[in-house]
């Protein structure tokens, strides 16, 4: 299986060059985010015609996520147990959910489109907003895989969230003073390793940016940020077989922001690379 994730900032101003990537790279399931459409809206016939066929989550014209898979999709959800929700002005635990989470199994494998809200600001209620969120992302990780251990299990999107101090080449984004690099995401970021996952690309590219803002020259000054990611189960880290952060998509004619990352999997069972290397440590 080939496994990709990309953030197309609105799938209707890009479908064509989202799908010709697709089909050019040989792309089993995508999973997309910041579709901006409602599903009535999503463009599905170039898709269907490619031959994959589509979930869509949006509720308008913010946000929404995606999967196209070139196999048949199952257990379809659009939220995880005890995803918080937020509206600006709206206090306490009935806040509307937002179209940020989608769900599937392919061929035994369990996919989760994920836009991890932004934060913001440090002083922003959308940060606190977003650390509920993670928090309880993990949790229902956590839970899923104890319940079931042997699970190839993939949690893959926008994270909004730069890990380490080199995958920020952004001078505007100060430790101190900005979202994505704070202690506490940082902390929720890496919490992740305690339910269960690991980043299974970065052992095999450990440097290399995936998003670049649209101001300023940011990408021919590559004063880039790594906030998309693959965050894999063991059963599922064991299959990695290869990875790639296709750079060459933030280049040519109306670009999304981000660029895909993409990861080789061998589901057959075999048992050759129980080392898969931890990059939490």
Not at 9 to 30: G, H, M, P
Not at 182 to 193: K, M, N
């Amino acid at each position: 299986m080939r496994l990709a994730t990309w953030n197309v900032n609105s799938i209707r101003t890009r479908v064509r060059r989202t799908v010709e990537f697709a089909v050019r790279e040989n792309i089993d399931v995508l999973a997309m985010q910041e579709i901006k459409c409602k599903p009535e809206q999503f463009p599905y016939a170039p898709f269907e015609e490619a031959g994959y066929h589509v979930e869509v989550h949006g509720l308008n014209q913010w946000n929404g996520v995606a999967i196209a898979s070139r196999e048949p999709m199952t257990d379809i959800e659009t939220a995880f147990a005890g995803m918080p929700g937020f509206a600006k002005g709206h206090e306490g635990p009935d806040a509307p959910l937002e179209a940020r989470a989608l769900g599937a199994t392919i061929n035994g494998v369990r996919v989760w489109s994920l836009y991890v809200p932004n934060g913001r600001s440090l002083d922003d209620p959308h940060y606190q907003y977003k650390l509920h969120w993670l928090e309880a992302l993990r949790t229902a990780t956590q839970a899923q895989l104890a319940a079931d251990p042997d699970l190839p299990l993939a949690l893959v999107g926008d994270f909004n969230i730069i890990p380490f101090d080199d995958d920020n080449g952004d001078p505007a984004i100060v430790k101190g003073r900005s979202t994505h690099v704070s202690e506490p995401e940082r902390a929720a970021f890496f919490a992740f390793e305690g339910a269960g996952l690991t980043d299974v690309v970065r052992p095999l590219l450990p440097t290399g940016y995936t998003y670049w803002d649209y101001q300023q020259l940011k990408f021919p000054r590559n004063e880039g940020i790594r906030i998309d990611f693959v965050l894999g189960s063991r059963a599922l880290a064991d299959a990695v077989t290869g990875a790639s952060i296709h750079r060459d998509e933030r280049k040519g004619e109306q670009p999304s922001d981000h660029v895909p990352v993409v990861v080789d999997l061998d589901l057959r069972g075999d048992e050759d690379d129980d080392d898969m290397p931890m990059i939490f440590a």
